[in-house]
């Protein structure tokens, strides 16, 4: 195997959306992808900077701007079914970084694939982003991990280069604007109308924690909108007022990580350490749908047992 390059996220130089590859040796010698031979290209601590998909996993979804790409490992036999449980280290740790600092990935897809194998050369498709991660088991019972990758907004730029190239405090660094990117994207996605109902009913003060959020001298309080089950593909929740908690920015992470979960009768857990925080605060206003709570605990297949 030969020696991989240095780490870069971003857009392959003289490469053009939609180019054709005959083999991984040309995606490599025009810096699509680091590796010969090799499916991801990325560490635990680094984060993923390219993937070269060839249908290796049942699992998967190619849906042009959106992708449900599931994780390395877990012995998938002949019919890209695993074996084995998939664990949350490696590269797949490192698809962790990258949705949470917001880091593009540059995706390939393999043509013509049989057994695995890609027959008919390979196409570049550009800057995608880890939207959403989850973890299920499989109808043998193999925990799975899964994540949406989503287009990058056309005419995005992506700058590569060493950080220390930035100069004054207004020019950020490449991972500085990814991550910006991807905090307004999210902004966005979590500021709905209707999230904004759920908000303003509890004074924009978390329903987990319910430590108020103060921003400014006067009194004004920051939350964001959660969805419970998630919005888009592959979990198609609905955008309503019974789907959606007011967290503060760390319980929502937590929340939408699968740090935190809530039982049937709406209580808060710990789900690393199964150690039940408290109640969930529910305003008589606000009807919570179950199933919508029960879902979001089947998306944690590793951690909602016995909860």
Same mark, same amino acid.
């Given at each position: ?28 010698? %025009? ?23 060839? /249908?290796?996993?049942?699992?998967? *979804? =190619?849906?042009? =701007?959106? $992708? ?8 998938? !036999? ?22 949470? *600092?917001?880091?593009? $990935? ?5 043509? /013509?694939?049989?057994?695995?194998? %890609? ?12 939207? !959403? ?22 005419? *995005? ?8 190239? %930035? ?45 108020? +959020? ?29 789907? $959606? ?12 990580? /699968? ?10 857990? !710990? ?5 039940? +925080? /408290? !109640?969930?605060?529910? *305003?008589?206003?606000?009807? $919570?749908?179950? %199933? ?16």
């Amino acid at each position: 195997m030969s020696p991989s390059k240095p780490i870069s996220f971003g857009p392959p130089p003289y490469v053009t959306e939609g180019q054709w590859f005959r083999t991984h040796d040309a995606l490599y010698a %025009a810096d699509v992808h680091r590796f010969r031979g090799r499916g991801i290209s990325g560490t635990s601590h680094e984060g993923v900077d390219s993937i070269v998909a060839s /249908g290796g996993y049942a699992g998967d *979804e =190619d849906l042009g =701007d959106v $992708i449900v790409y599931t994780a390395q490992g877990g012995a998938p !036999d002949e019919d890209g079914c695993l074996t084995a449980d998939q664990e949350l280290t490696g590269v797949n740790e490192g698809m962790l970084i990258n949705y949470r *600092e917001g880091l593009p $990935i540059r995706y390939v897809r393999g043509l /013509g694939i049989k057994r695995g194998k %890609a027959t008919e050369g390979y196409r570049y498709r550009g800057l995608y982003l880890v939207e !959403d991660y989850w973890s299920v088991r499989t109808d043998r019972g193999h925990l799975m991990w899964q994540f949406r990758l989503a287009k990058a907004m056309a005419g *995005e730029r992506w700058d590569s280069g060493d950080a220390g190239d %930035a100069v004054g405090d207004d020019v950020a660094t490449p991972l500085q604007q990814a991550a910006a990117r991807y905090v307004s994207t999210q902004r966005r996605v979590h500021n709905t109308e209707e999230a904004r109902a759920i908000k303003s009913l509890y004074g924009n003060t978390c329903q987990m924690c319910r430590i108020p +959020l103060v921003v400014d001298a006067h009194g004004a309080r920051y939350s964001e909108g959660a969805h419970i089950h998630a919005l888009g593909r592959p979990h198609d929740g609905r955008d309503v007022r019974s789907n $959606i908690l007011c967290l503060c920015p760390n319980c929502h992470v937590l929340f939408d990580s /699968g740090a935190r979960l809530i039982t049937d009768d709406f209580k808060v857990v !710990d789900a690393l350490t199964r150690e039940v +925080l /408290g !109640d969930l605060h529910v *305003e008589p206003g606000h009807q $919570i749908d179950p %199933a919508c709570v029960h879902q979001h605990r089947t998306r944690w297949a590793d951690r909602s047992q016995d909860v």
